[in-house]
């Protein structure tokens, strides 16, 4: 069964830090770009981060740069996401998201054409 696994999600204090993690399970994530997306009660899904396949190209959206952190180890099938600083406006359910992509030097932070989703994580930023 092929599936991503979402996990490291919970309540935090503001300015505290959160990492999450994505493991793949039945397939191999050598050959996708992963993003990270976030979904907040009443807003769109909206695009946190990326990372290429090979890992040398990342991307983050504004209100993230500086405080998050984007990673992948694919000998262990899993990617990661370093959250410090977090804010209240951190708060939603987080995603991972797998794109199959020729190319190893690129990544989407858009979440349609995605190929393969995670059930997401919860994550509460609240003192």
């Known amino acids: 069964q092929l599936q991503l696994v979402e996990s490291g999600g919970g309540l935090e204090q503001p300015g505290g830090s959160l990492r999450l993690s994505c493991a793949a399970s039945g397939f191999t994530l050598d050959y996708y770009a992963i993003g990270w997306f976030r979904q907040a009660p009443g807003k769109e899904r909206e695009g946190v981060s990326c990372?290429?396949?090979?890992?040398?190209?990342?991307n983050y959206v504004d209100s993230v740069k500086g405080r998050f952190t984007i990673s992948r180890d694919n000998a262990k099938n899993t990617v990661y996401l370093q959250m410090n600083s977090l804010q209240p406006e951190d708060t939603a359910v987080y995603y991972c998201?797998?794109?199959?992509?020729?190319?190893?030097?690129?990544?989407?932070?858009?979440?349609?054409?995605?190929?393969?989703w995670g059930q997401g994580t919860q994550v509460t930023v609240s003192s």
């Open positions: 990372i290429s396949r090979n890992g040398e190209i990342t």
């Open positions: 998201a797998a794109d199959r992509v020729a190319f190893q030097y690129m990544c989407r932070m858009t979440p349609s054409g995605q190929d393969y």
